[in-house]
């Protein structure tokens, strides 16, 4: 089935504690993104990458890092959450950047 | 003003009803329009897609693109409790940073049996 997937789908976590959100696709697609969504504000993109090691900063990128080494696999990483990161967030592929994006199932992430 | 306006709602409709939902955005250089349906607790998930300006029809669903206006639509017809969702509307440009998407809050919609 073709899909995207992250994991996981929820953490509480502690103020500075580093964390990884995995995000994979089997779909081959070449763009990834990773978007929050917090209410009142919408769908704001973090980062999002056009090919393996290709990626660069969406609207809201303070506070987050990704790598892309593997086409199939886009991690966010959060070096030291703060609460105001607190948020859903969804990882999102596409054959490129102008087709249309498949998202992932979310995570719901809470630091306190 | 924003790129993007979307009513939040919530809008609450009874089954069968004709829903109607819209966005209204600034930037002329958008060229590319999708609906994204999202269900509770899950990802959007594309409904409709538009390129430029006209109506585009799939089963129960209209989108309009009226980009004189730039106003965009989505017409339910026929609505159905499985259609409680939140809508939201998204565009994009065409060449270099103008294809990034750009959504709409969303309005939530519930159709009530």
């Known amino acids: 089935e073709a899909q995207v997937t992250q994991n996981p789908r929820y953490l509480i976590t502690v103020t500075g504690k580093k964390l990884t959100v995995t995000c994979s696709q089997n779909m081959n697609h070449e763009y990834m993104s990773w978007y929050r969504q917090d209410p009142g504000l919408g769908l704001r993109q973090i980062y999002y990458?056009?090919?393996?090691?290709?990626?660069d900063k969406g609207d809201v990128p303070e506070g987050y890092k990704v790598s892309r080494k593997e086409k199939r696999n886009f991690p966010l990483i959060l070096e030291s959450p703060s609460p105001n990161q607190t948020s859903l967030y969804f990882c999102?592929?596409?054959?490129?950047?102008?087709?249309?994006?498949?998202f992932g199932p979310g995570t719901r992430l809470t630091v306190l | 003003q924003k790129e993007v306006e979307q009513d939040p709602g919530p809008l609450s409709v009874p089954e069968g009803a004709i829903v109607s939902l819209n966005c209204t955005y600034s930037n002329s250089a958008f060229q590319y329009f999708m609906w994204y349906r999202q269900y509770s607790r899950k990802g959007p998930e594309l409904l409709m897609y538009t390129y430029s300006s006209g109506n585009k029809e799939d089963g129960r669903f209209t989108a309009q693109v009226d980009k004189s206006s730039k106003y965009i639509s989505l017409f339910i017809r026929d609505s159905q409790p499985s259609d409680s969702a939140t809508y939201l509307c998204a565009m994009s440009g065409s060449g270099g940073s103008n294809y990034k998407l750009t959504f709409g809050k969303g309005t939530l919609l519930t159709v009530n049996p």
């Open positions: 990458s056009m090919n393996v090691e290709v990626t």
């Open positions: 999102a592929s596409s054959l490129s950047r102008r087709n249309e994006q498949f």
